[in-house]
């Protein structure tokens, strides 16, 4: 019975901590944030010569690597971030200094990333990434 009363005082600790009174610092404004979004782009995709029509890059290449965003000193990880099947991703973060990086799968190379990165609040900061699998 001790037991079941800790689980319960435990529950609703966390959720009464997610509740606001009038005297909150914030008042029960929302805290400001910026967003971070971009575009990946992965190929070659297909061994051989460039060609007019490259092999496209299946959704299954998007999804097995990640956006990595870091503190502004790359010491802790915050966040991942998943690429969708288009190679689109964002995340909302609260402004700050933040080192973004890539997950890779494989022998993947960029030289777009590690980068550092400043989001403001109520701005979109953009990162595209070019991924080079490696592939000749």
Not at 27 to 53: D, F, K, M
Not at 69 to 85: A, G, M, Q, R
């Amino acid at each position: 019975m001790r037991g079941l009363y800790s689980i319960a005082a435990a529950l609703s600790m966390l959720l009464n901590s997610g509740c606001h009174s009038p005297t909150s610092p914030d008042n029960g404004v929302p805290a400001q944030h910026g967003r971070l979004s971009g575009i990946v782009t992965i190929g070659p995709n297909c061994p051989g010569p460039e060609t007019a029509n490259p092999c496209p890059t299946q959704p299954s290449a998007y999804a097995a690597r990640k956006i990595l965003v870091y503190t502004e000193t790359k010491s802790n990880l915050l966040f991942t971030v998943d690429i969708d099947s288009q190679g689109a991703y964002f995340i909302d973060l609260a402004p700050g200094k933040y080192t973004i990086d890539l997950k890779p799968s494989g022998i993947d190379k960029t030289s777009d990333l590690p980068k550092l990165v400043e989001i403001h609040a109520n701005t979109v900061t953009s990162l595209n990434v070019s991924i080079d699998t490696g592939i000749r």
